[in-house]
């Protein structure tokens, strides 16, 4: 029991550890889209405190986040509350000099912000320092469920779960995600649960209740509201549910009834923020490119999936691992050639990985099971492709939802060859591996490129 308290709470102390250092490291407004996270929390917190002032100025300047859901915004309020801001909204001047040159450091500008000046900026960045803790517990809670679900999905293999949990959670792209004001932290906790909760109820030795597949509904509903690139998720849960019904004997009407129940609830939770969309902005799904228009660079022609694999593959692949700040900062040259080889052949011994568990899966509930983590990744990639036709969107943190799957298929196949008695040693060698690039990433690429230190 002891070594086991050691392992859970390993992986995710050590999260914490690098993301406090990179809340710190990182300075204010930074990281992607943060000014205007940062602003969409405050309007929120204002339109709860009736200040209507503060937050009519907040959702002016929250541009294309006024799209977003509410869930997570919600959840800065306390930081708000905490820290008494109540504005002005007054934030850092863009550097005329700042050009976005991806580039090691020393090599470019790195920062798009000029150092704070004045009382007011500085509150604000007492403030924003605030939400970055919470967005830390919100990483906190997926790395917990991300850990839960490889357990689940290994069958308490101890060494699977720890590869996978340091792959996944020591990601250094994912902690400087987890250390800023970003949503799509609660999205990716909240889309870890959902399937977690799957996965259980897949194995479960009664088959699925009509209660069941309400509360799934449910989740994926609470996920969307997180960040509505999730809400996939309903689509995994009703398949899921229709297939293991039928595995469990269920009848077809069943079955159909169970999925149907899923989708429905969730659907009817999402109505209100469907409703509102469509009096805000007559489009209840948000897809008409025009609404996006005035507030990011969208495409004069369609993106097709060809097109993105031959012309900007590289930078999402790079920007999901090792592309920091306001996308200016890039590790070494040769780091990009060692993280390339890695991918490569993690992601082909992960293919093979998936099809050996299908097929020595003891029974069609198994291989569906095994087929979760496969199945959500090609749907959240799907959904990123086709929001990446019409605006410029190649980043890796857009799939962070499915984040958990990736490491799960790369810790998988990289120990799937091992004799037993190596697995545990391969695990914590991993682990080793992951610190001493976090600790390249902090000292050598954002403290060189920075040498900031907070207010």
Not at 228 to 252: K, Q, T
Not at 371 to 380: M, Y
Not at 433 to 443: E, P, Q, T
């Amino acid at each position: 029991m002891r070594r086991d308290a050691l392992w859970w709470c390993l992986v995710p102390v050590l999260f914490l550890l690098g993301g406090a250092a990179m809340a710190v490291l990182m300075p204010p407004y930074e990281n992607p889209d943060e000014l205007r996270h940062f602003n969409y929390a405050v309007y929120w917190e204002a339109k709860l405190e009736r200040n209507h002032a503060l937050a009519h100025k907040a959702r002016l300047t929250s541009r294309q986040e006024v799209f977003q859901t509410p869930l997570y915004y919600l959840s800065l309020s306390p930081a708000v509350w905490l820290t008494g801001y109540q504005g002005p909204l007054d934030f850092p001047r863009i550097d005329p000099d700042f050009r976005c040159q991806p580039a090691p450091p020393g090599r470019t500008i790195h920062r798009r912000y000029q150092p704070l000046q004045g009382q007011g900026q500085i509150a604000g960045a007492r403030t924003l320092y605030a939400m970055r803790a919470t967005s830390l517990l919100w990483g906190l809670a997926a790395v917990l469920l991300g850990m839960a679900l490889f357990w689940e999905l290994s069958r308490g293999d101890r060494a699977l779960t720890l590869a996978a949990g340091a792959l996944w959670a020591l990601n250094p792209r994912w902690l400087e995600t987890c250390a800023s004001v970003s949503n799509d932290v609660a999205a990716t906790a909240l889309a870890a649960l959902v399937l977690w909760v799957l996965a259980r109820t897949l194995r479960a030795a009664r088959p699925p209740t009509l209660a069941k597949a309400a509360l799934l509904g449910a989740l994926c509903a609470l996920a969307a509201y997180s960040k509505m690139n999730v809400v996939g998720l309903a689509g995994v849960a009703a398949g899921a549910l229709f297939l293991g019904g039928r595995v469990y004997g269920l009848s077809w009407g069943r079955c159909l009834g169970l999925a149907a129940l899923s989708v429905g609830c969730a659907v009817a939770l999402m109505t209100p923020w469907l409703v509102r969309n469509h009096l805000e902005f007559g489009d209840a799904l948000l897809l008409n490119r025009a609404l996006w228009k005035p507030y990011v660079a969208t495409r004069a022609a369609t993106m097709y999936p060809w097109d993105f694999f031959r012309e900007e593959f590289t930078g999402f692949r790079w920007s999901y691992y090792a592309v920091y700040g306001q996308f200016a900062l890039l590790m070494h040259a040769i780091a990009y050639r060692v993280l390339d080889t890695l991918l490569i052949v993690s992601g082909g011994l992960g293919l093979a990985f998936w099809a050996r568990q299908m097929w020595r899966g003891p029974d069609l509930r198994e291989r569906l099971v095994q087929s979760l983590a496969p199945a959500w990744l090609v749907l959240a990639f799907a959904a990123f492709l086709s929001y990446n036709s019409g605006v410029y969107a190649s980043q890796g943190r857009l799939i962070f939802p499915a984040g958990w799957a990736i490491a799960f298929l790369q810790a998988g196949g990289l120990l799937m060859f091992l004799p037993r008695r190596w697995r545990s040693a391969a695990a914590w060698s991993l682990l080793i591996l992951m610190l001493a690039w976090n600790y390249y990433v902090l000292r050598c690429v954002i403290w060189q490129a920075f040498q900031y230190l907070p207010v």
